[in-house]
T-cell receptor, first 111, second 111 residues
Framework: SQTIHQWPATLVQPVGSPLSLECTVEGTSNPNLYWYRQAAGRGLQLLFY??????ISSEVPQNLSASRPQDRQFILSSKKLLLSDSGFYLC??????????FGPGTRLTVL | DQQVKQNSPSLSVQEGRISILNCDYTNSMFDYFLWYKKYPAEGPTFLISISSIKDKNEDGRFTVFLNKSAKHLSLHIVPSQPGDSAVYFCAASQGAQKLVFGQGTRLTINP
């Protein structure tokens, strides 16, 4: 069976510090991978998606970047965090039939 | 431009009664629709989906209805149970790539 992992579960970082959130998927190959953010009281905003190694599509201009160094690894990064980067970050994977499976999420607080 | 809208941010229903969650979309090219359920501090979990070639799909207590002419879908939960209290997101896609999510509706089931 497939599983998706995210870490860390929670993170508190000062403004201006770097960020690296990791997501890995097990039990499947060549998945589509996604990063979402859920800001407080808001819906799920798609940040990045990837259909293969090294292939990243950005949905919104922002302070974040994503990379996919391996087939089942998806990393969300920032060089300098802003207060507005606080939120709940979710990684998801999907096969080609659109049904996406989400990880447990990372709660990021930028102070 | 919000292509998928859930106009009710919250809904309160008595235990045992029917819960009806609504979702509207603007993009007539969407061909696949999904509902997700999300508990606080967890990733969303897939509930039920429907293809645009159908107008109804049922899975246990959950039924999704699609009205393509009105660009409207709804999720019916009957009977509602306390464990159904969560935030529900509808999502839509065109083709096999990315989902567009609504803002979510917080469902509270009262005993």
């Amino acid at each position: 069976s497939q599983t998706i992992h995210q870490w860390p579960a929670t993170l508190v970082q000062p403004v201006g510090s770097p960020l690296s959130l990791e997501c890995t998927v097990e039990g499947t190959s060549n998945p589509n991978l996604y990063w979402y953010r859920q800001a407080a009281g808001r819906g799920l905003q798609l940040l990045f998606y990837s259909v293969g190694i090294g292939q990243i599509s950005s949905e919104v201009p922002q302070n974040l970047s994503a990379s996919r160094p391996q087939d089942r690894q998806f990393i969300l990064s920032s060089k300098k965090l802003l207060l507005s980067d606080s939120g709940f970050y979710l990684c998801a994977w999907a096969r080609m039939n659109n049904e996406q499976f989400f990880g447990p999420g990372t709660r990021l607080t930028v102070l | 431009d919000q292509q998928v809208k859930q106009n009710s941010p919250s809904l309160s229903v008595q235990e045992g009664r029917i819960s009806i969650l609504n979702c509207d979309y603007t993009n007539s090219m969407f061909d696949y629709f999904l509902w997700y359920k999300k508990y606080p501090a967890e990733g969303p979990t897939f509930l039920i989906s429907i293809s645009s070639i159908k107008d109804k799909n049922e899975d246990g207590r959950f039924t999704v209805f699609l009205n393509k002419s009105a660009k409207h879908l709804s999720l019916h939960i009957v009977p509602s149970q306390p464990g159904d209290s969560a935030v529900y997101f509808c999502a839509a896609s065109q083709g096999a790539q990315k989902l567009v999510f609504g803002q979510g509706t917080r469902l509270t089931i009262n005993p």
